[in-house]
């Protein structure tokens, strides 16, 4: 089971990146989804999560309406879509995995992609 995080760059703020996740060695579709972050001297948080069994959502208020969480089973790749960046979103940004998971309460996620580098800055 390997997850791959992918689509972090540089934007200014106002802007928009898409991040996604590869999954390999299993079916997404089977697994919720959920994308964390972490700045710089701060605690890891959770940002977003797609649950497995109805597709539920969970968003951190602080993103709630500017950030979308997706996936595509046949792809096998899940995504965050963020819009209208702001600086304080400037973190690395992780995806997770747990099989037949929901988003809450929340629990641990057993699978980890690599982090991606989302630097929010005129």
């Known amino acids: 089971v390997q997850l791959q995080a992918s689509g972090g760059g540089l934007v200014q703020p106002g802007g928009s990146l898409r991040l996604s996740c590869a999954a390999s060695g299993f079916a997404l579709d089977y697994y919720a989804i959920a994308w964390f972050r972490q700045a710089p001297g701060k605690e890891r948080e959770e940002v977003a999560c797609?649950?497995?069994?109805?597709?539920?959502?969970y968003y951190k208020d602080s993103v709630e309406g500017r950030f979308t969480i997706s996936r595509n089973n046949a792809k096998r790749t899940a995504y965050l879509q963020m819009n209208s960046l702001k600086p304080e979103d400037s973190a690395v940004y992780y995806c997770?995995?747990?099989?037949?998971?929901?988003?809450?309460?929340?629990?641990?996620?057993?699978?980890w992609g690599q982090g991606t580098q989302v630097t929010v800055s005129s």
């Open positions: 997770a995995a747990k099989v037949f998971g929901v988003c809450r309460p929340p629990g641990p996620y057993t699978d």
């Open positions: 797609l649950s497995s069994y109805d597709d539920s959502t």
